[in-house]
């Protein structure tokens, strides 16, 4: 348990500091590249959490087909790729006021009611074979079903709707 | 300090939340307003399965997965919409978006 522990902290730490130079580095390139750092490390805290699965999913559609997305989205809105004179606006001082309070209300809350609440030691949601998949799989085409088809068909739609807006000729 | 707490996945995902709010109020280039956004879905994923792991229960690990979904389908959009705004106004600075401003 220990190094579960010394895992979790060292991945959370590189989270954190990879956030903070999403959102403050100047280079909208290095953003990009740490983002990737965050998403990561997103997957690896889900091993932590016994979601294999979704860990899996996580590296397949964030770190693959998002980060490409937003590397072609960075590429052709030309943002002056490189460093750039201010990425941050006037009032960034309100962000900072209101992250600040923010998470000092979530900390306040979330310590004051789970305090020392530990995590099962197994986290294996119902396993089979040592994994959750088949489990995931089972919510998923059982109880699940109605959400995962609208999911499909917010897909769908949300797929033409993006060509229709970016094509060129209309 | 043995066992796993839940407030540290808790606590973990509040931060990376509170920085992605950050981002978004403080950016201006809209490409990276959208990445903001992302930090913020995947502090709600790892919100989502510590309380799965915590009670045993796989709806976490569904709704994550709904949720990677439409975070997809929404940088798809979004990202259209950027363009077509940097074709019409050759910019994607948010500050000179301003033609709703009264």
Request: proline share 1%; hydrophobic share 60%.
């Amino acid at each position: 348990m220990v190094a579960q522990n010394i895992f979790f902290y060292v991945i959370a730490a590189v989270m954190v500091a990879a956030a903070l130079v999403v959102v403050t580095n100047r280079n909208v390139v290095r953003s990009a590249l740490a983002l990737i750092v965050v998403f990561a490390g997103v997957a690896a805290q889900f091993i932590i959490l016994a979601a294999e699965f979704v860990a899996v999913t996580q590296v397949l559609v964030y770190i693959g087909a998002i980060m490409v997305l937003m590397l072609f989205g960075i590429m052709l809105t030309r943002s002056r790729i490189g460093r750039d004179g201010d990425m941050t606006n006037d009032h960034w001082w309100v962000g900072v006021v209101t992250a600040v309070l923010l998470v000092g209300i979530m900390g306040y809350a979330l310590i004051d009611y789970f305090g020392d609440d530990a995590l099962p030691v197994d986290r294996q949601a119902a396993t089979v074979d040592g994994s959750n998949t088949s489990t995931v799989s089972d919510a998923i085409f059982g109880q699940y079903l109605i959400p995962f088809e609208v999911i499909s068909v917010l897909l769908l739609a949300a797929l033409v709707g993006a060509i229709v807006i970016a094509r060129k000729d209309r | 300090m043995d066992d796993l707490l839940i407030n540290q996945f808790l606590l973990l995902g509040a931060i990376l939340f509170c920085i992605g709010v950050y981002g978004v109020i403080a950016r201006k280039n809209t490409v990276l307003v959208l990445m903001s956004i992302e930090l913020i879905l995947n502090a709600v994923n790892i919100n989502l399965l510590a309380f799965g792991a915590m009670n045993n229960d796989i709806t976490g690990a569904v709704f994550a997965l709904f949720i990677i979904a439409v975070a997809a389908a929404e940088v798809g959009v979004g990202l259209a919409m950027v363009l077509i705004i940097y074709r019409n106004r050759a910019s994607v600075d948010l500050d000179e978006i301003d033609s709703m401003r009264g």
